[in-house]
């Protein structure tokens, strides 16, 4: 295995000269939609346009990003030909006919996870994409914006834990409740927990163990605190069994306590033929507050790593040379909707929980 500082390495630089790759956003529903900005920006990329029905919305918006213009509708945005992507995180039900429609005028799209909420859906996309050849991009932030998660990736890939059999993966949130909108307790709109917060563990799973497909054994949801919003579901769980042999679980839920300092405990378990490697991604509590943790155990060593501001995302500069060249670096498409599917069959088979 390569030295730990080899695989670090340098953090990514911007891949494109400004102007070269342009880029907009509609659809500001979710806050999301600030670090996917925020990511194709520090890869090069040009932010020329915002549209959101919402004004209060948009004022926010260009508070975070004062060189942005305000688009009259998004028909202006989809008919300008300097655009080369459009970002959203509008509700998610409403994610997949937007990005139909960004595709239809020859542009990519880059949506926020989760990308669908229905399998009839991701069936109507996967057709369009194939019959626009334009990428249809899902920001899984939970791998793809987590500095040890993506340090994970590579050791993995040298060699550090053998081949990955088993992928534990817990994904709490804090809810705040008085913050949400309505959508965010209308099934319909937001899909279910499996399908919402537990598209980024099914993501990483299919990622870490090199699985093409898997199988969901069992789900369960449930609303334990908020029967008031009967359609909500504040805990999730799943087991899925890869087409390789590699098994994952995953938890998800709403019920981070207000004492914890960050928004939700995440952590991943990843088990090899050769060592194991966990990431407290978001904090070390009671001993750190801050983020990138990372433990490694093999027949070498066992070492703790801090990986908080050293690897960078390089997902953003790799999308961007994709998007230019028509290549598929970043993460596959198959990759991208696999995941996606994976939620969704989730989500439809849960037992509910009384």
């Known amino acids: 295995m390569r030295m730990i500082e080899d695989l670090i390495g340098d953090k990514p630089q911007p891949v494109c000269e400004k102007g070269t790759f342009v880029f907009a956003a509609i659809g500001l529903d979710h806050g999301h939609i600030n670090n996917m900005c925020k990511g194709l920006l520090k890869a090069g990329a040009t932010l020329k346009w915002v549209y959101d029905k919402d004004a209060e919305k948009v004022n926010r918006f260009r508070k975070v ?69 334009q990428k249809y991009a899902v920001y899984y932030s939970e791998r793809l914006g987590v500095e040890s998660a993506i340090f994970a990736g590579r050791l993995i890939q040298a060699g550090a ?23 965010f307790f209308k099934k319909e709109q937001y899909g279910g927990i499996l399908c919402d917060i537990g598209s980024h563990q099914i993501e990483q799973f299919l990622f870490y163990t090199g699985a093409k497909d898997a199988q969901v054994a069992h789900s369960k949801v449930g609303n334990y605190n908020l029967k008031e919003y009967p359609e909500f579901e504040d805990y999730g769980d799943a087991t ?11 938890r998800v839920d709403w019920l981070t306590p207000d004492g914890l300092g960050t928004w939700g405990d995440g952590r991943t378990f990843i ?30 060593e066992e070492r703790y790593i801090n990986l908080k501001g050293k690897v960078g995302t390089p997902y953003f500069g790799e ?5 230019l060249n028509r290549t598929e670096n970043a993460m596959s498409q198959d990759h991208a909707f696999k995941a996606a599917e994976l939620c969704l069959r989730a989500q439809k088979q849960a037992v509910q929980i009384e």
């Open 65 to 133: 990003f004062p060189d942005v213009q305000l688009a009259s509708s998004k028909e202006e945005i989809l008919q300008d030909p300097e655009v080369h992507l459009v970002a959203t995180a509008i509700i998610p039900s409403e994610r997949y006919r937007l990005g139909i429609e960004t595709m239809e005028h020859g542009k990519d799209f880059f949506t926020a996870k989760t990308p669908f909420t229905s399998l009839t859906q991701l069936d109507e996309v996967r057709l369009k994409v194939k019959e626009t050849k």
């Open 161 to 183: 834990i053998g081949r990955v059999i088993q992928v534990l993966g817990m994904g709490p949130h804090r809810l705040r409740l008085g913050t949400r909108p309505d959508w």
């Open 240 to 250: 899925l069994i890869a087409d390789n042999g590699a098994t994952n679980y995953f």
């Open 271 to 300: 088990l090899g033929t050769e060592g194991y490697i966990e990431l407290r991604k978001n904090i070390d509590i009671a001993k750190d507050s801050t983020t990138d943790h990372l433990y490694l155990v093999n027949d070498e």
């Open 319 to 323: 999308l961007i040379l994709d998007c």
